[in-house]
């Protein structure tokens, strides 16, 4: 494939900013960037997605188109001339309509091993159900839902300590190299079907299913706290603030208490009782009900003396 293909990018999170990224980097021709469009309560900092965007979109002269509506996105494309549309992370199915406009068709960059976890939450649900690899997957676009001929895939392995920050920005680093060197081939020569065994639906994430429940295993919500981080992340009530968890270690240590127990705290943690086995928080966002704010871990030495004015042993959280 030349590098004068005329390309359409469709994304809207990190992960899709990646591969946008490289594109551009390694000169292909993005004619039009498409994503979703700012959100309401949209903050000018320079993390921001929609100021990343709006800043590659200024640099590069790429135009932008702020929508999430099919109709306008059907009608936008129709009008140009495009040999290939390029998706990823986009969490919207589009239509039988736009993927008959490009000359080669659309492509899909997923952040999962097809035909495990299809859907909106590829990277958050392969470590809230400790998946142990991952991987990325590159498809020919179909009707269906992340259902298409698979092109190319590759496995990543999750570490013990990946959240879905660090899985993502593996996933995504992983995906825009092998974006780059499928561009250079012939891309649809050969392709396969997905097998109809194991496949998996990753639901989109909601703040509700972030509650902890603490009769559950300290592996299963370590692995809960580490797919929800850096949303909802997960959190619970204690007096009138919420505690929202950042990260957690399990161990294997034993006391017959209720779950959600409070038993110690010192300078490396708080450890609580599960369903199963202790977990030590380790750092955690503290909101008091004033909207003060407090960043609580051990790298910061405050976890003693926060934990000294705020918690109480035996203690049960709810």
Not at 213 to 226: A, E, F, P, Q, Y
Request: charged residues 15%.
């Amino acid at each position: 494939m030349q590098k004068n293909l005329r390309i359409v990018f469709i994304g809207s999170s990190i992960f899709s900013l990646y591969h946008l990224i490289k594109l551009i980097k390694k000169k292909y021709c993005v004619i039009l960037i498409i994503t979703k469009p700012k959100p309401k309560s949209f903050k000018r900092n320079k993390k921001n997605l929609s100021n990343l965007i709006i800043k590659i979109s200024a640099k590069y002269n790429i135009p932008v188109l702020w929508s999430k509506s099919l109709d306008d996105i059907q009608k936008t494309l129709s009008k140009l001339t495009i040999d290939l549309i390029i998706i990823a992370s986009y969490g919207k199915k589009l239509s039988e309509s736009i993927l008959d406009i490009p000359k080669f068709g659309c492509l899909n960059i997923h952040g999962s091993l097809l035909p495990r976890w299809r859907g909106a939450a590829p990277i958050q649900r392969a470590i809230y159900y400790g998946d142990c690899i991952t991987g990325v997957t590159i498809i020919k676009i179909n009707n269906n839902l992340d259902a298409g001929n698979i092109i190319y895939q590759k496995i990543c392995v999750i570490r013990k300590y990946d959240n879905n920050i660090t899985l993502c920005k593996k996933l995504a680093k992983m995906g825009s190299t092998i974006l780059i060197k499928l561009l250079q081939t012939n891309l649809f020569n050969s392709s396969v079907s997905q097998n109809s065994i194991g496949v998996t639906y990753a639901k989109k994430i909601t703040k509700q299913e972030a509650k902890i429940n603490w009769s559950l295993s300290n592996t299963k919500l370590v692995n809960m706290i580490n797919a929800f981080n850096p949303w909802p992340m997960a959190f619970f009530y204690y007096q009138t603030n919420i505690v929202k968890i950042i990260s957690a270690i399990a161990s294997n240590y034993y006391i017959k208490k209720n779950p959600g127990t409070i038993i110690h705290y010192n300078k490396w943690g708080i450890y609580i009782t599960t369903g199963w086995g202790i977990i030590i928080l380790t750092s955690m966002k503290i909101i008091y009900k004033t909207n003060k704010v407090i960043i609580v871990n051990s790298s910061n030495n405050n976890i003693l003396s926060i934990a000294n004015k705020l918690f109480t042993i035996n203690t049960i959280l709810v």
